[in-house]
């Protein structure tokens, strides 16, 4: 499969972003989808995902600021960032994930990435 996320850019602090990546190549439904970013100096981590069934996980930083959601007949899921702050800013990138159970947290589980779109936020 693959995967082009975009809908990044500058925003204030306090403002929102709508994320985008749409996938290609099999069918959509077959896949777990997660969003993952990488701040400039640090380690890739979580951000949000969701299960073939439309469960969510979040990481702790985002819950209830983020939402992410998936439209299978458009082959998109979606990041909605809202009440950003500065400590947002990263590189974003979606992954896929083609496990049978919980869509996973850990990055090594995603078998499928974008190429990510960045994401800054100005205080």
């Known amino acids: 499969v693959q995967l082009q996320a975009c809908g990044g850019g500058v925003v204030q602090a306090g403002g929102s972003l709508r994320l985008s990546c749409a996938a290609s190549?099999?069918?959509?439904?077959?896949?777990?989808m997660g969003w993952f970013r990488q701040a400039p100096g640090k380690e890739r981590e979580f951000v949000a995902a969701v299960r073939r069934s439309g469960a969510t996980r979040y990481a702790d930083s985002v819950k209830d600021r983020f939402t992410i959601s998936r439209a299978d007949g458009q082959n998109t899921v979606y990041l909605q960032m809202n009440s950003l702050q500065p400590e947002d800013t990263a590189v974003y990138y979606c992954a896929a994930d083609t496990g049978l159970g919980r869509a996973p947290t850990m990055e090594v589980k995603y078998e499928y990435w974008g190429q990510g779109t960045l994401v800054t936020v100005s205080s």
């Open positions: 190549g099999r069918t959509f439904s077959d896949y777990n």
